[in-house]
């Protein structure tokens, strides 16, 4: 059974910092991609960082302008443990942030709808 599972959320200020993980296991295949994604209320979700070609010679890595500079996405070598370290936090930050991955491309971009993804966590951000 896959399973992926992020943790370090919180509520934390404005101007500060904090690291997600996201742990991954069952998986057989190693992915295409890996990334984080957010969802505040009332918005639609939104990509925020992207691990591309996790299965090739050079990983590609993608930032939403919103968090460029900001946020910087990694992972550990067995693909297992991905990251993304949050700094210079702003309130609009706050959402739901979820990890995903997946081994399949259309066209050939991530096609995160045949991926897997954790159910989130939290980050409240205050001023």
Not at 39 to 61: N, S
Request: glycine letters at 12%; aromatic letters at 10%.
């Amino acid at each position: 059974q896959v399973q992926m599972m992020e943790s370090g959320g919180g509520s934390f200020l404005a101007g500060g910092s904090l690291r997600l993980s996201c742990v991954s296991s069952g998986f057989k295949e190693p992915p295409a991609c890996m990334g984080w994604f957010r969802q505040a209320p009332g918005k639609g979700r939104e990509e925020v960082a992207i691990l591309d070609g996790v299965d090739e010679i050079r990983i590609k890595t993608h930032y939403a302008d919103f968090v460029k500079g900001r946020f910087t996405i990694s992972k550990d070598a067995a693909n297992d443990t991905m990251y993304l370290q949050m700094d210079s936090l702003k309130p609009e930050d706050t959402a739901m942030y979820s990890c995903a991955r997946t081994n399949r491309r259309l066209y050939g971009r991530c096609n995160w709808g045949y991926g897997d993804r954790g159910q989130g966590t939290q980050v409240t951000v205050s001023s």
